[in-house]
């Protein structure tokens, strides 16, 4: 599976983005799909994931209530609505495939930087 992240840049604080991450193959659905990030300085923390069949998401209390994942299985993307973002979401974020129970295969990264 390879993946590609997309939708970061620069917004201010409260503003909203929504990250998109499309993978090829196609077994996208039989992975679970997760979201990290890495800040300046600091290790990759996990940010959501989210099931096969789009149920099930689960988040870093950090991001509850702000942050929603979702996934579309026939357009092999998986999506992170961020809404009200704060500064200490600034950090590049990945997606990540899991099959089993490490995520094996990785995106890029994109850049999401939140301007106070």
């Known amino acids: 599976v390879q993946l590609q992240a997309s939708g970061g840049g620069l917004v201010q604080a409260g503003d909203s983005l929504r990250l998109s991450c499309a993978a090829s193959?196609?077994?996208?659905?039989?992975?679970?799909m997760g979201w990290f990030r890495q800040a300046p300085g600091k290790e990759r923390e996990f940010v959501a994931s989210?099931?096969?069949?789009?149920?099930?998401?689960n988040y870093a209390d950090s991001v509850k209530g702000r942050f929603t994942i979702s996934r579309d299985n026939a357009k092999n993307t998986v999506y992170l609505q961020m809404n009200s973002l704060k500064p200490e979401d600034t950090a590049v974020y990945y997606c990540?495939?899991?099959?089993?129970?490490?995520?094996?295969?990785w995106g890029q990264g994109t850049q999401v930087t939140v301007s106070s």
């Open positions: 193959g196609r077994t996208f659905s039989s992975y679970r």
């Open positions: 989210i099931m096969r069949m789009n149920i099930f998401a």
């Open positions: 990540a495939a899991q099959n089993g129970t490490v995520y094996n295969y």
